[in-house]
């Protein structure tokens, strides 16, 4: 089956622990994306990858990092939270230059 | 850059009532997505659109793009509980294809 995969899908931490959302994607889908989700703000994009070893800064990429080793995989880090990282974060992959977002479940994170 | 407004920001109705969600950009859509999101959850595709004038239906939902490729509408006949959640339209943003912007929802409520 097709399919993004977030881990973990809940968490809770304190400021200043660093933590990362593992993303895997199972369609060999180059281009990879970040997403959080805050109430009357909608989906802005942090971070994104075309490729292997490619990544690029989205709308609001400060406080995180990415990393694109292989294909598959494509972690957030967060190096030390703060409680304004609480957020929805999703992970998500398509196909290079074509087609629709395939979408994690998402990963609800809570920074006290 | 651009940006996607949605209309109505929300909506409820009668179980068996027909609706439309409108989806409207500031520039020229070269490639328009819809999206449902139960609450707090992963999204679910639902269409995508490309040439101008173009319509797609998937069951009760029929999806347009207007011919100037800067409006999309999203109807739902006879509407069902099934229905509700969160509609969300996405676009790549210009002509690349690095970032996919969303608009801010439209949250659906279906009384039985």
């Known amino acids: 089956e097709a399919q993004v995969t977030q881990n973990p899908r809940y968490l809770i931490t304190v400021t200043g622990k660093k933590l990362t959302v593992t993303c895997s994607q199972n369609?060999?889908?180059?281009?990879m994306s970040w997403y959080r989700q805050d109430p009357g703000l909608g989906l802005r994009q942090i971070y994104y990858?075309?490729?292997?070893?490619?990544?690029d800064k989205g709308d609001v990429p400060e406080g995180y990092k990415v990393s694109r080793k292989e294909k598959r995989n494509f972690p957030l880090i967060l190096e030390s939270p703060s409680p304004n990282q609480t957020s929805l974060y999703f992970c998500?992959?398509?196909?290079?230059?074509?087609?629709?977002?395939?979408f994690g479940e998402g990963s609800r994170l809570t920074v006290l | 850059s651009q940006e996607l407004e949605q209309s109505p920001q929300s909506l409820i109705v009668q179980e068996g009532k027909n609706l439309t969600i409108n989806c409207t950009s500031s520039?020229?859509?070269?490639?328009l997505y819809w999206y449902k999101q139960k609450y707090g959850e992963g999204l679910i595709f639902l269409m995508m659109l490309q040439k101008g004038g173009e319509e797609k239906s998937h069951e009760k939902i029929t999806a347009k793009l207007d011919e100037k490729k800067q409006q999309s509408s999203l109807h739902i006949t006879a509407s069902q509980p099934s229905h509700a959640g969160i509609y969300l339209c996405g676009a790549d943003d210009g002509a690349s294809y690095d970032k996919v912007i969303f608009g801010p929802g439209t949250s659906l409520s279906v009384i039985p």
């Open positions: 369609m060999n889908h180059e281009y």
């Open positions: 990858s075309m490729n292997v070893e490619v990544t």
């Open positions: 998500a992959s398509r196909r290079l230059n074509t087609g629709e977002l395939f």
């Open positions: 520039k020229t859509l070269y490639g």
